[in-house]
């Protein structure tokens, strides 16, 4: 994952970002640690306010209004989207994992 224009450290391997505003930042902090729980340790998840620098970067960068959030997505290496949810019909952690093991083979 790239994202060069952000301050997001960069890792290698696919990333899971978790976009959303207040009120819903409680729920997408409890999904991302559902998330790093069920994934390997390699695994980045980033938690994104979209009223910040980086979260209203990596917003505009992949299109997204703030009236389609909360967002979870899977962010490969080339900074591409491997699959994304939107509103508030989002995945179960083992469901991310999931999709995580299908980039990584683990």
């Given amino acids: 994952m790239g994202l060069e224009f952000t301050n997001i450290p960069d890792r290698e391997g696919p990333a899971v970002y978790l976009l959303g505003a207040a009120p819903q930042l409680d729920q997408l902090t409890q999904l991302g640690q559902e998330i790093d729980a069920a994934t390997a340790d390699q695994t980045q998840v980033v938690l994104l306010d979209i009223d910040s620098g980086d979260g209203a970067q990596v917003a505009e960068f992949y299109g997204f209004m703030r009236e389609q959030l ?5 962010v490969q ?30």
């Fill in 70 to 74: 909360p967002a979870v997505m899977i």
């Fill in 77 to 106: 290496d080339d900074d591409t989207l491997h699959q994304s949810w939107l509103g508030l019909d989002l995945p179960a952690a083992d469901v991310v994992a999931h999709y995580i093991e299908q980039i990584t083979g683990e």
